[in-house]
C-alpha cells in the first residue's frame, strides 16, 4: 500500500558506474520529481515531470537522466557515477500545489 | 526567487518542554504556499502541514500549532509538551501558484530537534 515506492533503497557503487533508482507512485498524482539531499541534510529540486513531459530541470549535469514511461513511474539513470553524487536521493509526486508525497528516499554511496 | 531561512540549526530540549521553530521566507509571488516536513532518524520525509499564503489563520493539531505571519514573512512551528518522538530535522518548504510540476519545493536547511527524557 506504498504511495511513492522507490528502489533500491541502498546502493553502493564504484566511480564511473552506471546506475538507476526507479520510482513509481499509486497516489495517481500527474506530477513526480527527483530531489537531491546532500550530506548537510539540504535538499534541492533535480526534476519534475507533468504526464510524463520534463517540466523543470534544475541545472544537473547530463549524466542524470529521468525517464517516465508513464505517470506512475519516475526513473532516474546516472552515468558516469562521481564521488561528489553520493547523496541521499528522494521521488515525490503530488496534485497541482498540493502536498508533495515522498518515498523512502535511496542513499547512493560512491566509492 | 525564493528562499526559505530556518535560522536555528539544532535545538534541544528536555522531554515536556515546548519548543518553537522559525521559518522565514522570501518570495515576490502574491499567492504561495508553505510546509512543514518532518525526517525522523529512520530518514523518509513525512508531510506535516500545508498553508496558502491567502490564509493567515493559525493551526492546531494536537501538539502541534502553526503561526503564519505575511507581515514578517514567517511560518512557526510550535511543539507542546515535547516527546522524544519528535526527535527529527523538521524543513519548512515554500512553493509557488504555478500549475502542474512547476510548483516545486524549495526547501530551508532544516532544524534538528532533539528531545532528551
Known amino acids: 500500500d506504498t504511495a511513492v515506492s522507490q528502489t533500491p533503497k541502498y546502493l553502493v557503487t564504484q566511480m564511473g558506474n552506471d546506475k538507476s533508482i526507479k520510482c513509481e507512485q499509486n497516489l495517481g498524482h500527474d506530477t513526480m520529481y527527483w530531489y537531491k539531499q546532500d550530506s548537510k541534510k539540504f535538499l534541492k529540486i533535480m526534476f519534475s515531470?507533468?504526464?510524463?513531459?520534463?517540466?523543470i530541470n534544475e541545472t544537473v549535469p547530463n549524466r542524470f537522466s529521468p525517464k517516465s514511461p508513464d505517470k506512475a513511474h519516475l526513473n532516474l539513470h546516472i552515468n558516469s557515477l562521481e564521488l561528489g553524487d553520493s547523496a541521499v536521493y528522494f521521488c515525490?509526486?503530488?496534485?497541482?500545489?498540493?502536498?508533495?508525497?515522498f518515498g523512502q528516499g535511496t542513499r547512493l554511496t560512491v566509492v | 526567487a525564493q528562499k526559505v531561512t530556518q535560522a536555528q540549526t539544532e535545538i534541544s530540549v528536555v522531554e515536556k518542554e515546548d519548543v518553537t521553530l522559525d521559518c522565514v521566507y522570501e518570495?515576490?509571488?502574491?499567492?504561495?504556499?508553505l510546509f512543514w516536513y518532518k525526517q525522523p532518524p529512520s530518514g523518509e520525509l513525512v508531510f506535516l502541514i500545508r498553508?496558502?499564503?491567502?490564509?493567515?489563520q493559525n493551526e492546531i493539531s494536537g501538539r502541534y500549532s502553526w503561526n503564519f505571519q505575511k507581515s514578517t514573512s514567517s511560518f512557526n512551528f510550535t511543539i507542546t509538551a515535547s516527546q522524544v518522538v519528535d526527535s527529527a530535522v523538521y524543513f519548512c518548504a515554500l512553493s509557488s501558484n504555478y500549475t502542474g510540476a512547476n510548483s516545486k519545493l524549495t526547501f530551508g536547511k532544516g532544524i534538528t530537534l532533539s528531545v532528551r527524557p
Open positions: 498553508r496558502n499564503s491567502f490564509d493567515e
Open positions: 515525490a509526486s503530488s496534485e497541482w500545489n498540493t502536498e508533495a508525497f
Open positions: 515531470y507533468n504526464n510524463k513531459e520534463l517540466i
Open positions: 518570495t515576490r509571488d502574491t499567492t504561495y504556499y
